[in-house]
């Protein structure tokens, strides 16, 4: 499978998740985008279009390196931290057409261990 195929299909499944979730006010969406350097979150309004919070590894305050799980736990802690202090307690998750696994996931359980709920 080419890497344009493999892309693709993801933009696919994202839209199909997207065509369902949409974050609120009160309820904001939590999405995820990995890339194969660095791993993505924001928390965004929908019905305003405005990021709430957001984090990556690209920043240099997060110390750390590569795309691998370590990595995206602490970018999960970082944005479940970035959005309690923003007032934010409940989000929908976003995984992007990412399958819930690997990266994803410890991004995901990180945000929670940081107190957000999904």
Known sequence: MSQVERSGARQHRHKR?????????????LCVFR??????????????GRTLAAASTAERTLNVKGANRASAAAVGKVIGERALAAGIKQVVFDRGGYLYHGRVQALADAAREAGLEF
């Not at 890339?35 to 305003?48: E, K, N, P, T």
């Open 17 to 29: 998740v997207r065509s369902r979730v949409t974050g609120s006010g009160s309820r904001p969406r």
């Open 35 to 48: 890339s194969l350097r660095h791993v993505y979150a924001q928390v965004v309004d929908d019905g305003s």
